[in-house]
């Protein structure tokens, strides 16, 4: 079975401070980890995904992630924050074999403080 | 390229009436999914299919139905409408790879009251 936790449903830091987007997942197989943007009225768009090739994963926007097997975790950063990057952002977690499913996490509302 | 196409955006219902959720994608996937995204709760799949003809349930199926009779199409279909079912329902396509991402339509705002 698989599943994903985010820690933290709302976030809250100033412009220009670090973004740290928490992510642990679970997986009785090796798993492919996607973050996805949602903004106001709109669907996902994919920010970037762990496919087990690089641990260290950049995406769109400046945002990068770091897989971390011992953690069991998928974190979300960005150095920067700006204005337009408040919105809600979800974890998923694919398996690499025996299903088509995606599992998503709760999500957690990033807001950016002027 | 329109992408994953979902009509309507938005829709009132009465409890115990009926409708049909339209989503139709353009990039020839074979795997379309349905997922409902509740405040606090994420997105939840409903249905999904791996091609024309072949569908299968998903974590909360109870009160839905799908079909899928070609690629481009796969429609939700609400029977008996309940308050329990007032969420926002997105549909999903992907080349089938878990490896790969997800094209998301821009969701249906469903209430029933």
């Known amino acids: 079975a698989q599943s994903v936790t985010q820690l933290g449903s709302h976030v809250s830091v100033s412009e220009g401070a670090l973004v740290l987007l928490r992510c642990n997942y679970s997986s009785s197989v090796p798993p ?78 990033l807001k950016v403080l002027a | 390229n329109a992408g994953v196409t979902q009509t309507p955006k938005f829709r009132i219902l009465k409890i115990g009436q009926s409708m049909t959720l339209q989503c139709t994608q353009d990039m020839n996937h074979n795997y379309m999914y349905w997922y409902r995204q509740d405040p606090g709760m994420g997105l939840k799949l409903i249905y999904y299919s791996v091609g024309a003809g072949i569908t299968d349930k998903g974590e909360v ?16 279909r609400l029977e008996l409408a309940a308050p329990s079912q007032t969420s926002v329902y997105f549909c999903a396509s992907g080349r089938g790879a878990t490896n790969e991402k997800l094209f998301f339509g821009s969701g249906t705002q469903l209430s029933v009251l």
């Open chain 1, 32 to 109: 492919y980890l996607f973050w996805y943007v949602q903004y106001p009225n709109q669907g996902l768009q994919l920010l970037l995904k762990y496919t087990s090739a690089a641990t260290l994963v950049k995406g769109i926007n400046g945002f990068e992630a770091e897989f971390k097997k011992s953690e069991t975790s998928f974190h979300l950063t960005k150095p920067s924050a700006h204005m337009s990057d408040a919105a809600e952002y979800f974890c998923a977690v694919s398996a690499t074999s025996g299903t088509y499913k995606y599992i998503f996490g709760t999500g957690t509302r």
């Open chain 2, 61 to 76: 199926p109870n009160g839905y139905n799908v079909s899928r009779s070609t690629t481009e199409d796969f429609p939700l």
